[in-house]
């Protein structure tokens, strides 16, 4: 079985430019996530939808940051504009509604210049 | 402030002796509890959790204990091996719904041969 599918896996852009990530779920998952991971701040979730709906988004830094999920088996996380603290590692994940396990995908690294 | 607190950076083991890495957490609504495991440049992978009501859990070489009353878990590798070696997280949500997992800083293991 695939697993989570995020692209694009690295992403050089300069200040002020839109950035988009990806993200495929597991089929069948009815929970997606957005995580990003930085050396001072560790893993901390962003945002997090159920059967396509936002649930919880109090972890998203600031409005510059935007999450969709249009159907089941795609998300995507904007930046609009991106500044260089954005720079970090942006990990989906899921997980069905039967267990409490997420599997997460193998990240989309951004570096902002 | 850290809810969930991995307190050792690092740790080196010899192949073959055992692995102990800990984790405090400070929220007394944290009832689920998980590790993930991760390589360089690829996404946190579960490896093992346990409930509250229990106060361990087993899977092969891996073992996760649960203090409640020192809100402290860890996890035991026996005999550990190289391939081991990763950066090893905690995770606590309350409810084992997992959606609003809490990660630790992280702990790497190096095994060395």
């Known amino acids: 079985d695939a697993g989570v599918i995020q692209s694009p896996r690295h992403e050089v852009t300069e200040m002020g430019q839109e950035v988009t990530l990806r993200c495929k779920p597991i089929s069948g998952h009815d929970y997606l996530f957005w995580y990003r991971q930085t050396m001072m701040r560790g893993l901390e979730l962003l945002i997090y939808f ?15 940051f935007s999450a969709k999920m249009p159907n089941a088996s795609f998300s995507t996380l904007k930046i609009q504009p991106s500044e260089p603290r954005d720079s970090a590692v942006y990990f989906c994940a899921s997980r069905p509604a039967q267990t409490g396990t997420i599997y997460f995908g193998e990240g989309s690294w951004l570096t902002v210049v | 402030d ?14 073959g002796r ?11 609504m ?8 991760k390589y360089p440049a690829e996404g946190p992978t579960f490896l093992i959790s346990i409930s509250s009501i229990k106060d361990k859990n087993e899977d092969g070489r891996f ?4 203090n409640k009353s020192a809100k402290h878990l860890s996890l035991h590798i026996v005999p550990s091996q190289p ?19 809490t990660f630790g800083g992280g702990t790497r293991l190096m095994v060395k041969p």
């Open chain 2, 63 to 66: 073992t996760v204990f649960l």
């Open chain 2, 30 to 37: 944290f009832d689920y509890f998980l590790w993930y495991k």
């Open chain 2, 2 to 15: 850290q809810q969930v607190k991995q307190n050792s950076p690092s740790l080196s083991v010899q192949e």
């Open chain 2, 18 to 28: 055992i692995s102990i890495l800990n984790c405090d957490y400070t929220n007394s």
């Open chain 2, 83 to 101: 391939g081991d070696s990763a950066v090893y997280f905690c995770a606590a949500t309350p409810g084992n719904a997992g959606n609003m997992l």
């Open chain 1, 50 to 64: 159920n059967n396509n709906v936002p649930i919880d988004d109090s972890g998203m830094p600031e409005d510059r």
